[in-house]
């Protein structure tokens, strides 16, 4: 892979230089808003949707509120998963990263001594949003569009090379897909456990309000039983 990286020729090579010449081209400003995107934000905005998703889910209710819950459960845990099953490939794989075998990048971000291959943060933002995605298909779809986003900006920022990213992606997941059956056959009955706890169970799915579920009687009148009362009493 070192030897495809050296090759004047390799499109990967050239697609890196493409996208980070971007950044040569941008304001400083701009490129200080990339870095801080690239490198937090796009996370941050991922954890914040599957809150956003999790608060949907429990308000709405309805019969797939548990299964929608323990997808959103195992999201962060697949993403979590994802990594750790990275650290081996890095280091099998020792790509160097871009900017150490490659002059002239535009790289935003400093302190990255690690190997490149694979993108931990294409690997977090793919899971994350595919997880999602199993959960939710409206909120699924936002979030696998800022994972790609995820992966633009990494290459933008000069810190990998794309290949890196489409490899996070495809780890990211395969991980969620795969070992998904399992993790919901674990995890589904654990929150319906939740779901009936009188203290947890607003975690899973909104309580209805008193006097607001399908037996409420209107304001004036009156129950069945003190109708019964009031015809006898005639």
């Known amino acids: 892979m070192a030897v495809l990286a050296e090759s004047g020729s390799n499109p990967d090579v050239d697609l890196l230089y ?10 400083h400003g701009f490129d200080r808003v990339m870095e801080f995107v690239g490198e ?18 429990r308000r709405r ?8 819950v323990a997808a959103l459960v195992w999201a962060p845990l697949a993403a979590g998963l994802a990594v750790l099953v990275n650290v081996p490939i890095r280091g ?9 075998d490659h002059e002239g990048l535009d790289v935003l971000v400093s302190g990255k001594n690690d ?44 810190v990998h090379y794309p290949t890196d990213v489409v490899g996070g992606f495809a780890l990211g997941t395969a991980v969620v897909l795969l070992l998904s059956p399992p993790a919901m056959a674990l995890l589904t009955p654990l929150v319906r456990a939740v779901e009936r706890s ?9 309580r209805p309000a008193a006097g607001t579920g399908p037996d409420a009687l ?17």
Do not use: Q
């Open 218 to 234: 209107l304001p004036g009148t009156r129950t069945p039983v003190e109708n019964e009362e009031r015809d006898l009493a005639a």
């Open 198 to 206: 009188p203290r947890l169970g607003r975690l899973v799915r909104r």
């Open 61 to 68: 209710g309805g019969e797939d509120a548990v299964s929608s």
């Open 40 to 57: 937090y934000g796009l996370l941050l905005a991922l954890v914040l949707l599957i809150l956003w998703c999790w608060w949907t889910v």
């Open 92 to 100: 099998f794989v020792e790509r160097p990263r871009p900017f150490v």
């Open 18 to 27: 493409d996208i980070n010449g971007l950044a040569k081209d941008a304001p």
């Open 115 to 158: 190997f490149s291959f694979v993108s931990d943060h294409a690997t977090l933002t793919m899971a994350l949003g595919v997880g999602l995605f199993v959960a939710h298909r409206r909120f699924g779809l936002a979030g696998i569009g800022l994972a790609l986003l995820e992966g633009f900006c990494r290459v933008y920022m000069g």
